[in-house]
């Protein structure tokens, strides 16, 4: 069984940032950050091995966000910086299985329960 929980997330101002945590089992070889806003189909945003040495960014988030994971500390972080309005969503944490496949929101096992994500103009 896996239990994550995700926090960080607030109202912010065009440019501004958040660094958002997941918390809870690291067991799994790959950790992953997608976001879902209402209507939309969940969508992948970064992930990260289990070591750290390989990370995954959507393109639109690209120099902007940064993912990490403290293993010893069972949490994995979002450093989201310069936000825009088009980032405002509901952001979520999985844990899935492999190099392969840590792009897709089908190959993870279990989720959080989200945190909100406002970005103000």
């Known amino acids: 069984q896996v239990h994550l929980v995700e926090s960080g997330g607030g109202l912010v101002q065009a440019g501004g940032s958040l660094r958002l945590s997941c918390a809870g089992s690291?067991?799994?070889?790959?950790m992953g950050w997608f976001r879902q806003a209402p209507g939309k189909e969940r969508e992948f945003v970064a992930a990260?091995?289990?070591?750290?040495?390989?990370?995954k960014y959507v393109d639109s988030v690209k120099g902007r966000f940064t993912i990490s994971r403290d293993n010893a500390k069972k949490t994995v972080y979002l450093q989201m910086n310069n936000l825009q309005p088009e980032d405002s969503s509901t952001y979520y944490c999985?844990?899935?299985?492999?190099?392969?496949?840590?792009?897709?929101?089908?190959?993870?096992?279990?989720w959080g329960q989200g945190t909100q994500v406002t970005v103000s103009s």
């Open positions: 690291v067991s799994y070889y790959i």
């Open positions: 999985g844990v899935g299985g492999t190099i392969a496949t840590m792009t897709m929101v089908g190959a993870y096992d279990a």
């Open positions: 990260i091995s289990r070591s750290g040495d390989t990370t």
